[in-house]
């Protein structure tokens, strides 16, 4: 058994999943990882220190970049579980004309480095697609997936197909009743909602999710790409969301934003640090903005950590005292976007998925 369920409240779930170098428990965050800039910022070493058992990296990059490594643990420096993606980022942001990645190869190379968990060559579905690009997304999709079928079947590696179709929630639908009959597939990821987390716009994840939850098998974990502030952590879990990723922590870190449960501020817009992490508990806001811009970048980020790891240890203990929406109800007071999210859990067809799940 790959993956176990340890714990339930409302859809979420604590669980265990088994790689090859180890077992994770979930819910779980991946921090993006960038193999080629990010450790002068903030050194994989840091990422174990925190508690941090897992990472995503990117294997498009790496093989761009360099052409082969031995083997991916070794090179990050990391003996945790190391997650690839194929590249399907670098496709959202500069599109198929700009960015070329052979299917079969990427995901030879994912198997070869020892990647534990990776994700085939999928084609993300962006957030403005018409049904017809949605449609190809999901199409090719699905070709490439059985592409790899021989290679992901052999493999020691979990792999993650990606469903497809984004806010098309027809499309998505049927994507997912398709993926579902592949076999050899460990984890099963939402597709291309990152620029939809980047806009606030959590209703339309929230749809994906809940059309995705009621056609996929519930002894799978799922994957949500791009959820990395932690607003919307304890919303995603109660609807059944087993893993997530995301390069907030850093990418907020380098524009000088500070995270909190509920809201971001500019660091400079601070007067006090409203926070008791190990960098709060040593800095303030004057002597955060006097360090270097490394060490400030790498603070701030270090920081954001925090409160993204303080976050997911709460919706466990949550899910783990049987009181997930109390929690959901105390975050919905935050933000505006998220009072929305909580009438949207009082409907009854999401209330009836989250008895089911």
Same mark, same amino acid.
């Given at each position: !058994?790959?993956?176990?369920?340890? #714990?339930?409240? &409302?859809?979420?779930?604590?669980?265990?999943?088994?790689?090859?170098?180890? $077992?994770?428990?979930?819910?779980?965050?991946?921090?993006?990882?960038?193999?080629?800039?990010?450790?002068?910022?903030?050194?994989?070493?840091? @990422?174990? *220190?925190? =508690?941090?058992?897992?990472?995503?990296?990117?294997?498009?990059?790496?093989?761009?970049? @360099?052409?082969?490594?031995?083997?991916?643990?070794?090179?990050?420096?990391?003996?945790?579980?190391? !997650? $690839?993606?194929?590249?399907?980022?670098?496709?959202?942001?500069?599109?198929?004309?700009?960015?070329?990645?052979?299917?079969?190869?990427?995901?030879?190379?994912?198997?070869?480095?020892?990647?534990?968990?990776?994700?085939?060559?999928?084609?993300?579905?962006?957030? #403005?697609?018409?049904?017809?690009?949605?449609?190809?997304?999901?199409?090719?999709?699905?070709?490439?997936?059985?592409?790899?079928?021989?290679?992901?079947?052999?493999?020691?590696?979990?792999?993650?197909?990606?469903?497809?179709?984004?806010?098309?929630?027809?499309?998505?639908?049927?994507?997912?009743? +398709?993926?579902?009959?592949?076999?050899?597939?460990?984890?099963?990821?939402?597709?291309?909602?990152?620029?939809? !987390?980047?806009?606030?716009?959590?209703?339309?994840?929230? *749809? +994906?999710? &809940?059309?995705?939850?009621?056609?996929?098998?519930?002894?799978?974990?799922?994957?949500?790409?791009?959820? =990395?502030?932690? +607003?919307?952590?304890?919303?995603?879990?109660? &609807?059944?969301?087993? +893993?997530?990723?995301?390069?907030?922590?850093?990418?907020?870190?380098?524009?000088?934003?500070?995270?909190?449960? =509920?809201?971001?501020?500019?660091?400079?817009?601070?007067?006090? &640090?409203?926070?008791?992490?190990?960098?709060?508990?040593?800095? #303030?806001?004057?002597?955060?903005?006097?360090?270097?811009?490394?060490?400030?970048?790498?603070?701030?980020?270090?920081?954001? @950590?925090?409160?993204?790891?303080?976050?997911?240890?709460?919706?466990?203990?949550?899910?783990?005292? =049987?009181?997930?929406?109390?929690?959901?109800?105390?975050?919905?007071?935050?933000?505006?976007?998220?009072?929305?999210?909580?009438?949207?859990?009082?409907?009854?067809?999401?209330?009836?998925?989250?008895?089911?799940?």
């Amino acid at each position: !058994m790959v993956f176990e369920v340890k #714990d339930k409240d &409302l859809g979420g779930r604590i669980g265990k999943l088994v790689t090859k170098s180890g $077992t994770i428990e979930t819910p779980a965050f991946f921090p993006v990882i960038n193999p080629l800039k990010q450790f002068k910022e903030v050194p994989v070493s840091l @990422l174990k *220190e925190l =508690g941090f058992t897992q990472l995503i990296t990117n294997a498009y990059i790496i093989k761009k970049s @360099l052409g082969s490594i031995q083997e991916i643990h070794k090179f990050l420096g990391f003996d945790g579980v190391v !997650m $690839t993606d194929s590249g399907a980022y670098q496709l959202l942001r500069y599109g198929l004309r700009s960015v070329y990645i052979d299917p079969v190869e990427i995901v030879r190379f994912q198997d070869a480095v020892g990647s534990d968990i990776a994700v085939i060559a999928d084609i993300p579905t962006r957030d #403005d697609a018409t049904y017809e690009e949605a449609l190809y997304s999901v199409e090719e999709t699905l070709r490439r997936a059985k592409m790899v079928l021989d290679i992901v079947e052999r493999s020691k590696t979990l792999w993650v197909l990606p469903v497809q179709g984004g806010i098309h929630l027809r499309l998505l639908r049927r994507s997912a009743l +398709m993926s579902k009959e592949l076999e050899g597939f460990s984890i099963y990821a939402i597709g291309s909602p990152v620029l939809l !987390m980047e806009k606030y716009e959590y209703s339309k994840v929230i *749809e +994906m999710i &809940l059309t995705v939850k009621k056609v996929l098998p519930i002894d799978k974990p799922i994957h949500l790409f791009g959820a =990395g502030h932690p +607003m919307i952590i304890p919303f995603i879990v109660a &609807l059944g969301v087993d +893993m997530f990723d995301s390069a907030s922590y850093i990418l907020y870190a380098r524009d000088g934003r500070y995270i909190t449960e =509920g809201i971001t501020y500019k660091l400079e817009d601070l007067d006090y &640090l409203p926070c008791e992490c190990p960098i709060c508990s040593k800095y #303030d806001v004057k002597s955060l903005l006097e360090l270097n811009v490394e060490e400030r970048i790498r603070n701030l980020a270090l920081h954001n @950590l925090y409160v993204i790891l303080r976050e997911i240890k709460r919706v466990k203990v949550a899910i783990r005292e =049987g009181r997930l929406w109390e929690l959901l109800e105390e975050r919905g007071r935050s933000h505006p976007s998220l009072r929305y999210l909580l009438t949207l859990f009082r409907r009854k067809d999401i209330s009836k998925l989250i008895e089911l799940l």
